[in-house]
């Protein structure tokens, strides 16, 4: 925790693994299906991820450049031919360059934004924790990311639960138990309904 600004500084790893350890039960007969984030297929889920982790691995280090600058909602994402060997490397590599205090200073940008880089570094372990769920759950896997980073995230969706700029990256907060899971919960405040199922094969 920054003592300064009260704002967190949360270790990306524990996300990053849990988001990595899907990939090899993701099966290439699923890569069209759909996910929980319904204008993404598996395929572009992916692709989004392999994204972000270019894109916030560029913002913690400060070194802008289209990765940086593109608004990710204004692109199809496009699923790299080595996902299965490099993104765990890229998942990594995002999560060592969080590491760095000086990561956590200053502004930086991602998405075509700026934006102070201690927000920019609890968005990026957002994206993790939430597209880690989507493909969890498009792929009917297990999927833990951690409390702590499950913590960090629910104190950010729930303190911009009201927020209009919410949308269109989130939609309206889907309410569930308040004795539901710490992940349900974290996954309701995104705009996603916790109990999301892919249709069974006809």
Known sequence: MDTHTQTPRP?????ARAVAALLDGVRD???GAPTPCPKYSVRELLGHIAGLTTAFDSAARKEFGPSTATDPGSVTPVLPEDWR???????????EAWRAPDAWDGDTQAGGITFPAAIAGVVAL????????????????????GAASLEVVH?????SRDDAMRAPAFGPVVEVPKDAPL????????GRDPGWAPAPPS
């Open 85 to 95: 060997t490099g993104l765990p490397g890229r998942l990594a590599a995002l999560a």
């Open 155 to 159: 104190g950010f969706f729930d303190a």
């Open 11 to 15: 270790d990306l790893g524990p996300a």
């Open 29 to 31: 007969e699923r890569l």
């Open 126 to 145: 957002n994206e993790l924790v939430v597209h880690g769920w989507d493909l969890a759950r498009a792929t009917g896997q297990p999927y833990d990311p």
């Open 183 to 190: 992940l349900d919960r974290v996954v309701g405040l995104s």
